[in-house]
């Protein structure tokens, strides 16, 4: 203890001395500045719905696959594809091999089409990070989408291209 005096500044000395809680609470909140984040956790995904619009003639009037992908861990984060063609051609495996680490909320549909809501996986809001990935055939619809920081989201699949539209 009489080291831990020494180490203090006089003044913060003296006001120790006429307030004994004052030591507390300066100790109080230094565990809360030295916990930083990692006192409330990771942060977690802000997105609770999505809908899904397909225009007349999106995706040269074909299906189209549309995978969101609810991430628990930041490693399988990361170590997921960056193209929609990348994810749709390892989807199974990729799902076997992450087990738990990923849920998928999976929807289908036409030209002319809306899914909304789209089926949120039971345990959603737990999600680190959240992707979309298009089975589109143009190539400008073809990258993942980060979807984490939005509130709501709407994609939309045109002829040619897919766009995104959230609240955060």
Known sequence: MKRLVK?????LLR???????????????????????????????ALHEVTVVAQSGANNK?????DVV??????SAAALPRTGPDW???R?????????????ASVQLPANQVVAPVTMPQRYEKALVVYCYVNFVAAAGQGVADLTQFE??????SPNT??????R
């Open 70 to 75: 609810f991430i628990y861990d930041t490693v």
């Open 62 to 66: 074909s299906a189209t696959r549309v």
């Open 7 to 11: 180490l203090l500044p006089e003044g």
């Open 88 to 90: 749709f051609n390892h």
């Open 15 to 45: 006001a120790i001395r006429v307030r004994p809680s004052l030591l507390l609470a300066a100790g109080l909140s230094a565990a809360v500045l030295v916990a930083g984040c990692s006192w409330f956790g990771p942060t977690r995904t």
């Open 92 to 104: 199974d495996d990729l799902r076997i091999a992450m087990g738990s680490k990923i849920d998928v």
């Open 162 to 167: 897919v766009t995104y539209d959230g609240t």
């Open 152 to 157: 709501r989201v709407r994609i939309t699949l």
